[in-house]
Structure formats: structure tokens, C-alpha cells
């Protein structure tokens, strides 16, 4: 068995599924049944397609094998083992190295949001650091009128990977003594060598005196004066006279008032255009239009309420921004009067610039041409917003002009394919690049018909396709108009299948199908069985006596009457059903060797034979150029091509460094160039039946 890595280097970011692709051949006599697996990896976090790949002698598969690294996975290289495994074990072992690239991403949030206080107040930041590496984070605070003075503990702080850490900002400004309060924006910014994330808070400072309570004061002040002034003239213009009536004092002395409120607030909830979804961390804008006093800006908590607090009356210009949003200006102005509870406007929508998701198709060589729908989901369910695209020729595709923020359904279909559906959440303005999609294939079926050497339709005939531990069978009918036709549907594809075909008083027929992805294959030709009681056994070696096996042998006497594979260790095959006597023509044939046909005559009725038959291999060659790093051709570069059997050795003696490599068989081989001086250089190649260029082979400088 032999396997290798169409890649050796991979990069890998961590929660996203990267493809490892494994290419085997099968080197032996035998079928063979190989599944490959990542060595250390949770079996939920990876997957196969296919499963268990059946090869027959000298075919070669493909093992896809999608591998996704926990979020924890600390970013570094490693050494991943692939394991290769047949029926009967362990049989190798590759190494692929993987580069987990390193992970960055910070959380923050902060509580409270709106302080209402006096000349003091703190704000909690809870920073997590939900990379794959050690980041350092610190925090800063300001405000625009540069009013507070500000505290954190601590300034900065190194997070592991997964680890939170609480800051404390105190904020201490002078509070005005008398007036009305005054709304302080603080923004605070959470810097990484990656991200600068910030949040806007308000501190609302308080006087010491309000207007409304210094007004009733002075009110109160002025009744008292009164108050007195009159009951000193009363007493004087009374003076001696015996008092009739009492006046209760606080008739005298007056009501106190409540103090009045002399600020409002307004309230919003921001919301996405796109799906109605409430959106955090959007900034109101307030800009008074009756004062030159500054504006006033709040953000959104995760339910997209935000509360403007301690605006003084009057008009004001509402606007909402955010990052990778259209700005929206409210349409009316907004005013405000002193008033307990907060103006609240109506749900503000606002649209995120278009986003785009992109990736690729794979499933089949090469990757099938998809159309891949994006509907965007509102509340779970499905809206009438639909994108859609295709895949190009590498199955490469883009879909733009996507809404956002949202959640998309992701339907991709391809022909003999099933449907396969995903979801993926874009950011507004979001490009979204997503995993390689591994589309499976459909269920194939195969459909052919079973005849006698005379034409006959057969019923009765038993067929069986195999494929690995998959095995369908059936049995053509023996009335109505189907006579001798079969369907063997719900097959596994792409797979290659082995048909055996039986029937009582016939000789049985052996047949390999390839089906194709979800393809439905009819077999151009009949199936004959021949009826007879002759056979012909025998065995197929090479020249030098090494069983072959997956041969197809054919027996023909005019029409094909017969035919099998050579599917056992020993490369034994037998044709049953022939008449006797009779004399037939057997064509040997299999990708590599040469065709050879021999006749054999069955003398009596119920006579046998036995033929052996040696198949020669079909040669060709290996050419190319040996060069240094600065294009100077190398002579004398000594160069082994192996293939685990045989080994041939030959030397780009020419000037020029050319080399040509004689007697090569069908199949894999390792060729290594040797030279004084110069790494060793080592490539991996599949030979066929016509001679291969393999180009311009360049050799490094040892650095011993």
C-alpha cells in the first residue's frame, strides 16, 4: 500500500475546518479496503469522505479528511500523524505540519452604563481574551470637556489565552454648585496589539444646588421677610387691644414647595434594517440647536436601548452611527422639557454596509459546478430576501451585496450531488470567508439487461455489486416485459463496483462498474451467459512470476460469451458456462501491461482447460533537466526512481543536466537526486504508459 500527502505544509486557524487530502494506491495483488485518520484529534472534530475506500490491484483514491482544532489550541506548528489503515491495521503513518496561525479576540463589557451622581463614580471593565496566545491589554478614559480626572486600576494587564480580568476607572470631577446637571460622555478604549475596542459611558453630575431648589429658597425667603413685616405693623397698629382671634402660623409662615425638576432625557432603541435585530454599541448623537453647548452621545446596551440623561431644555439634532453602518439622522428635531421620566422615540433602523461571504466547493475531480442561494433569516424563519451565485470550474465562489447584519441559510446544489444546507452570521459589512463545503454525492444506480448466446432475455439471474462492506443485490424477473432487466439503485457513489452475475445451467459473468457521482449508469452492452458446461481455469503472473490480480479476462467465440476478473492473491481466475466442444478466443487485459490473447479449444461435452498466461509490463521512461538554484545546469547528479519492487538508477551526465530514466512500469515512484554538495531532493511521481517530461528539477546548496 502505498500513500502520501498532496500537501505537507497546512495552515489552520483554530474552530475553522481545514481539508488534509490523502492520495493511496493500492501496490498489492489483492482488493483492499483503507480509511485514514488524524492521530490525537477527538473523533467529533473531524470527518472522512469517504469512509473506507475499496481499491482493486494498482488503483488509486483519494481520502479527504476535515479537520477542525479546538478554539484553545495554542497557535505554534505542530506535527500532525495521518494514520493508514486497511482491513488488517495499522499500515503507515504520514506526518502533515500544521501551522495553527494565531487567534486574536477580545470581549469587553462594562457596567454600569449611566451614572447619575455627584462628584465621584466608578465603572467596572470586564476584558476576556478569547484567542489562541498571550495579549496585552490596557485601558484609558476621556472625556471631551477633559472635566474628569481618571483612576484605572490596573492601567494594563498580560491575558492568557481564555483568561478575564476586571479594570476599575474612577472618574472624580469638581461638581457645578448651582444650575442644572451636567451630562459628562466618557468614552473608554480598550487597546490590544490587534484591536482598539471603545465604549461610551455618562456620568451625570449633579449640583450641589439646583435651579428649582435655589428658586424656592429665595421664594421662600422673600414670604418669610413679608411674613414679618406685616405681623410687626399688625402688633403696632394693635398695640394695647386685647386680641379676639388666632391666625394659625402657618398661615404666617407659608407652604414650603417641592422642589422643581429642571432636566429631561431622551430614550432610544436602535435597531438593523435588515432583520429588526437590536443593535449594541450604536452611538445617539444629541446636538442641541438652541446653544452652542456641545453635543451629547450615548451607546447602546445589547438590548440597542440607549438613554440620553441631564439634557437641559430645549431642541435637539438626533443621529445614529456606528462602525460599518450608513449614518441615520432622526427626521424631526427632538425637544425637551424637565421631566421625570425620558422622552422615548420610536425603534430607529439603520442599515450595515453590504457584506459579502465567500469560499469553496469540493466533492468530486474536478469540483462540481454549484449554485449556491443565500436567504436571509428573520426570527429563525425564512424571508423573501434571496442572493445567489456559482461556483467557478475550481469551485470557487462569492456572494455579494448581502444585507447585514443577519443570519443566512446557505443552500448549495449541485447535479448528482445532494443538497447540503449551512448557516453563517455576517457583521455589517462583513466579509466572510467560510471552510472548504464537501458536497456528497448522490446515490448512483446501475442498469444493464442478461441474455443468453442467442439473445434471449434471462430471468432467474442473480446479480450482486460490491463495493467494499457495501453489497446490493437482485434477481431480474421472469414475466412481464422487464424479463432480464435489473436496477441496482440507492448505491453509494463514487465507487467502483464489482457485478457478479449467476444463473442455474449458466456460466456465472464477472464485470467492474465505475459509478459517478450520484450517476445513473446503463450498461451499453448486454451481460451474456453462456450455457454450457465447459470450463477454462487458470492463473496470471508477470514475466517474472508475481501473481496479477484485477486482470479482465474475456472469452469470445464470435460474440463475448464470457468474462471475470483475477481477483485473488494468486491472480486465479475461471470462465464456467462455456460450450463444449467449442473454441474460443481469451483476451487478457489490465492498465499497465500488454494485451494478450490466447485460443483454447474444450474437445468433449463437460471438458475443461487450463491456461496460464504471462503478461508483460507496458514500459516508458522518466526525461527532465537537473539546475542549481541560479538555473546552472548540474551534471553527474546521481538519480534513483523506486517503486518498492525495482529500482533504477541513472546519471545526468550530459552537459546540460538532462537525464533519462528507462523501463518504467505503470505506478508510483520515488525518485531522489543525489549530488556532492546539495540537499537531497525527493519527489513523488505517477507513471503511465507514455513517457513523462518532469520538467526542471532545481537542488539547494547544503547549508553543512
Known amino acids: 500500500m502505498r500513500a502520501r500527502l498532496t500537501a505537507q505544509q497546512y495552515g489552520a486557524f483554530v474552530g475553522v475546518p481545514f ?18 485518520r488524524p492521530a490525537f484529534i477527538p473523533t467529533e472534530s473531524y470527518s472522512s469522505r469517504p469512509l473506507v475506500v475499496s481499491l482493486f490491484p494498482g488503483e488509486t483514491a483519494d481520502i479527504q479528511l476535515e479537520i477542525t482544532l479546538p478554539r484553545e489550541t495554542p497557535a505554534g506548528m505542530y506535527q500532525l500523524p495521518i494514520e493508514i489503515n486497511d482491513e ?47 495579549t496585552g491589554v490596557s485601558v484609558t478614559a476621556g472625556d471631551s470637556d477633559r472635566a ?58 449633579k449640583p450641589r444646588l439646583s435651579r428649582g431648589l435655589l428658586t424656592s429658597l429665595v421664594l421662600l425667603s422673600i414670604i418669610v421677610l413679608w411674613a414679618l413685616v406685616f405681623s410687626a405693623g399688625f402688633r403696632a397698629a394693635l398695640a394695647g387691644q386685647q386680641a379676639k382671634k388666632a391666625v394659625a402660623t402657618s398661615w404666617i409662615e407659608g407652604a414650603k414647595p417641592d422642589p422643581s425638576i429642571s432636566i429631561g432625557s431622551i430614550q432610544a432603541k436602535i435597531i438593523a434594517a435588515s432583520d429588526q435585530r437590536p443593535l449594541p454599541r450604536m452611538i445617539l448623537t444629541a446636538t442641541p440647536l438652541d446653544t452652542d453647548r456641545p453635543p451629547i452621545a450615548g451607546s447602546s446596551d445589547e438590548d440597542g436601548v440607549v438613554l440620553l440623561a441631564g439634557l437641559a431644555p430645549g431642541r435637539y439634532a438626533l443621529e445614529v452611527s456606528g462602525s460599518g453602518y450608513d449614518s441615520v439622522s432622526v427626521p424631526f428635531d427632538q425637544r425637551v422639557v424637565p421631566a421625570e421620566d425620558p422622552i422615548v422615540l420610536d425603534d430607529i433602523e439603520i442599515e450595515g454596509d453590504p457584506a459579502t461571504i465567500s469560499g469553496a466547493v469540493s466533492g468530486g475531480d474536478p469540483a462540481p459546478i454549484t449554485t449556491i442561494e443565500a436567504r ?37 446544489t449541485a447535479t448528482g450531488f445532494e443538497p447540503i444546507q449551512l448557516f453563517q452570521e455576517v457583521s455589517a459589512g462583513e466579509d466572510v470567508a467560510i471552510p472548504t463545503v464537501k458536497l456528497q454525492a448522490g446515490p448512483g444506480s446501475i442498469t444493464g439487461l442478461i441474455v443468453d448466446q442467442d439473445g434471449t432475455p434471462l430471468g432467474g439471474a442473480s446479480i450482486t455489486a460490491t463495493a467494499g462492506a457495501d453489497a446490493v443485490s437482485s434477481t431480474t424477473p421472469t ?51 453462456s450455457r454450457g458446461t465447459g470450463v477454462v481455469r487458470g492463473a496470471v503472473t508477470d514475466t517474472a512470476g508475481v501473481a496479477i490480480g484485477g486482470v479482465s479476462i474475456t472469452a469470445s467465440n464470435g460474440t463475448v460469451v464470457g468474462q471475470t476478473l483475477s481477483v485473488d492473491a494468486g491472480g486465479q481466475y475461471s470462465l464456467a458456462g462455456l460450450r463444449a466442444p467449442g473454441t474460443y478466443v481469451l483476451t487478457f487485459a489490465k492498465e499497465g501491461y500488454q494485451t494478450e490473447t490466447v485460443a483454447v479449444r474444450l474437445s468433449s461435452t463437460g471438458g475443461s482447460a487450463t491456461v496460464n498466461v504471462k503478461l508483460e509490463r507496458t514500459l516508458s521512461a522518466f526525461t527532465g533537466l537537473v539546475e542549481d538554484e541560479n538555473g546552472n545546469a548540474l551534471p553527474g547528479v546521481t538519480i534513483v526512481a523506486a517503486n518498492g519492487d525495482v529500482s533504477l538508477a541513472s546519471l545526468s551526465t550530459d552537459p546540460d543536466g538532462s537525464f533519462r530514466i528507462e523501463n518504467v512500469f505503470v505506478g508510483w515512484w520515488t525518485i531522489t537526486f543525489t549530488a556532492e554538495g546539495y540537499d537531497n531532493t525527493v519527489i513523488l511521481v505517477q507513471a503511465t504508459t507514455i513517457d513523462q517530461n518532469l520538467g526542471t528539477i532545481v537542488m539547494k546548496v547544503s547549508s553543512a
Open 479 to 529: 414475466t412481464g416485459t422487464d424479463v432480464g432487466v435489473f436496477v441496482l439503485g440507492e448505491l453509494r457513489s463514487p465507487a467502483t463496483y464489482l457485478l457478479q452475475i449467476s444463473l442455474e445451467g449458466f456460466g456465472t459473468q464477472t464485470l467492474t462498474v465505475k459509478v459517478g457521482p450520484g450517476q445513473a449508469v446503463i450498461l451499453p452492452k448486454s451481460v451474456v451467459l
Open 376 to 412: 436571509l433569516m428573520i426570527n429563525d424563519s425564512p424571508s423573501d430576501t434571496v442572493v445567489r451565485a456559482t461556483s467557478d470550474t475550481t469551485g470557487a465562489f462569492t456572494i455579494t451585496g448581502l444585507a447585514s447584519p443577519g443570519r443566512y441559510r446557505l443552500t448549495f
Open 88 to 134: 488488517n491495521g495499522q499500515v503507515g503513518t504520514l506526518t502533515a505540519n500544521i501551522q495553527v496561525a494565531p487567534h486574536d479576540e477580545l470581549t469587553v463589557s462594562i457596567a454600569p452604563k449611566v451614572v447619575l451622581g455627584g462628584a465621584k463614580t466608578s465603572f467596572i471593565v470586564t476584558a476576556t481574551n478569547r484567542g489562541n496566545r498571550p
Open 19 to 36: 481539508e488534509v487530502v490523502v492520495q493511496v494506491q493500492n501496490d498489492e495483488q489483492t482488493i483492499k479496503e483503507v480509511f485514514a
Open 148 to 205: 474628569l480626572r481618571y483612576t484605572i486600576e490596573p492601567k494594563r494587564a498580560q491575558l492568557e489565552g481564555g483568561q478575564a480580568l476586571a479594570f476599575r476607572v474612577d472618574a472624580t470631577g469638581k461638581r457645578p454648585f448651582t444650575g442644572n446637571s451636567v451630562p459628562r460622555a466618557i468614552q473608554i478604549d480598550v487597546a490590544t496589539r490587534s484591536a482598539n475596542l471603545s465604549e461610551t459611558v455618562t456620568f451625570t453630575q
